[in-house]
Nanobody
Framework: QVQLVESGGGLVQAGGSLRLSCAAS????????MGWFRQAPGKEREFVAA????????RYADSVKGRFTISRDNAKNTVYLQMNSLKPEDTAVYYC???????????????????WGQGTQVTVSS
C-alpha cells in the first residue's frame, strides 16, 4: 500500500478554480494508477477522475469533463486535480486513491482502490 495525503481544498465562489494535490509516500508511487473521488453529505462516494501510472491515460466523470484535469508528477510522488469553472454541486470532500492496474478495470468504483487519503473539503458558494 501507499500512504496518501490530500491538500488544496477550500472555499471558492462559483466559476472559480482550485488545484488539489495528493502526496504519496513510498518508492512505488509510479507503479500505481491514481483516482480522485468525492463525497457530498448524504451521498455516496462518486468517481471524479483517474490517471494511469505513466500519465498517458486519463478518465473523467461526465459531470466534470472539460472542467477538471488530472495530472501527475512521478518525480514528486504527487497527483493533481485542477478544477476550473467550479459549481456549487462540486461541493464535497475530495479523496485521492491508489491501486495498481485499476484503469484496466473498474476505475470508477471505489472498491477497486486499496489506498485512500483522508480527504480535503471543497466548498463552492453560489
Amino acid at each position: 500500500q501507499v500512504q496518501l495525503v490530500e491538500s488544496g481544498g477550500g472555499l471558492v465562489q462559483a466559476g472559480g478554480s482550485l488545484r488539489l494535490s495528493c502526496a504519496a509516500s513510498g518508492r512505488t508511487f509510479s507503479s500505481y494508477d491514481m483516482g480522485w473521488f468525492r463525497q457530498a453529505p448524504g451521498k455516496e462516494r462518486e468517481f471524479v477522475a483517474a490517471i494511469s501510472w505513466n500519465g498517458r491515460r486519463t478518465r473523467y466523470a461526465d459531470s466534470v469533463k472539460g472542467r477538471f484535469t488530472i495530472s501527475r508528477d512521478n518525480a514528486k510522488n504527487t497527483v493533481y486535480l485542477q478544477m476550473n469553472s467550479l459549481k456549487p454541486e462540486d461541493t464535497a470532500v475530495y479523496y485521492c486513491a491508489a491501486e495498481s492496474g485499476v484503469l484496466l478495470g473498474s476505475y470508477d468504483y471505489p472498491g477497486s482502490y486499496g489506498s485512500w487519503g483522508q480527504g480535503t473539503q471543497v466548498t463552492v458558494s453560489s
